[in-house]
Nanobody
Framework: QVQLVESGGGLVQAGGSLRLSCAAS????????MGWFRQAPGKEREFVGA????????YYANSVKGRFTISRDNDKNTMYLQMNSLKPEDTAVYYC????????????????WGQGTQVTVSS
């Protein structure tokens, strides 16, 4: 069992930056691929990015590529999402998730989810 807790969300102006954290419980964090997803009101949850468990290869949605960076610190059982050049369309609840299988863009591949943290970008 893995419990995930996101933090770092808030209100920021367009062009600003935020860093989200995802803290995981348990001693097996390093064995999980991790992902970030987001969900805006009235929309489906969408893939933001992911990082593998082994060599920490990262993958990103086209909409955030070049602006967002995912990293993980296995010693601290924490994953991060650095978000730069934020746009109003980045406004959403951001979720982190853990997968025993792979760093996938599909929500069905993830076994554990956090409760989400709100990010609001004003224009």
């Amino acid at each position: 069992q893995v419990q995930l807790v996101e933090s770092g969300g808030g209100l920021v102006q367009a062009g600003g930056s935020l860093r989200l954290s995802c803290a995981a419980s348990g001693r097996t964090f390093s064995s999980y691929a991790m992902g970030w997803f987001r969900q805006a009101p009235g929309k489906e949850r969408e893939f933001v990015g992911a990082v593998t468990s082994t060599d920490q290869t990262t993958y990103y949605a086209n909409s955030v590529k070049g602006r967002f960076t995912i990293s993980r610190d296995n010693d601290k059982n924490t994953m991060y999402l650095q978000m730069n050049s934020l746009k109003p369309e980045d406004t959403a609840v951001y979720y982190c998730a853990a997968s025993r299988l792979s760093a996938s863009s599909r929500t069905s591949q993830y076994d554990y989810w956090g409760q989400g943290t709100q990010v609001t970008v004003s224009s």
